[in-house]
C-alpha cells in the first residue's frame, strides 16, 4: 500500500528554520527520484528540490542555498532543512516522486504539512 506522511510544518518567524520529514511506506521508494513539492494559496504546485537515489540533489532557484533535501533509504524517509526562512516560503509541503505516483489511476498525494513564515 503507497502511502506518504509529511511532517515537521508549523509556524515561524522570518529568518527561522524548520525540518521537514516525509515517511514513505510501499515498495517504490528505494528506486525513485523523490521530491519535495508546495503549493502556496491560489498558485499552483511548484517543486522546491529533488534528490535521486544515489543522493544527487536539485534545488529551485529560489530555495537554494537554504534549502537541504536528503533521504535515508532504509528508514523510507525524505527530509527537507529549511534555514532562513522567508514570509514566501509560507505554503503546505508535499513529497512525492517524479513523476507523482499513481494510484487507482489518479496522481497521489498525501496530506502535506503547513509552513507559514511570519515577517
Known amino acids: 500500500q503507497v502511502q506518504l506522511v509529511e511532517s515537521g510544518g508549523g509556524l515561524v518567524q522570518a529568518g527561522g528554520s524548520l525540518r521537514l520529514s516525509c515517511a514513505a511506506s510501499?515498495?517504490?521508494?528505494?528506486?525513485?527520484?523523490m521530491a519535495w513539492y508546495r503549493q502556496a494559496p491560489g498558485k499552483q504546485r511548484e517543486r522546491v528540490a529533488d534528490?535521486?537515489?544515489?543522493?544527487?540533489?536539485n534545488y529551485a532557484d529560489s530555495v537554494k542555498d537554504r534549502f537541504t533535501i536528503s533521504r535515508d533509504d532504509a528508514r523510507r524517509t525524505v527530509v527537507l532543512q529549511m534555514n532562513n526562512l522567508r514570509p514566501e516560503d509560507t505554503a503546505v509541503y508535499y513529497c512525492?516522486?517524479?513523476?507523482?505516483?499513481?494510484?487507482?489511476?489518479?496522481?497521489?498525494w498525501g496530506q502535506g504539512t503547513q509552513v507559514t513564515v511570519s515577517s
Open positions: 510501499g515498495t517504490f521508494f528505494s528506486v525513485n527520484h
Open positions: 512525492n516522486t517524479i513523476p507523482a505516483l499513481r494510484v487507482g489511476g489518479a496522481d497521489y
Open positions: 534528490i535521486l537515489p544515489g543522493g544527487n540533489a
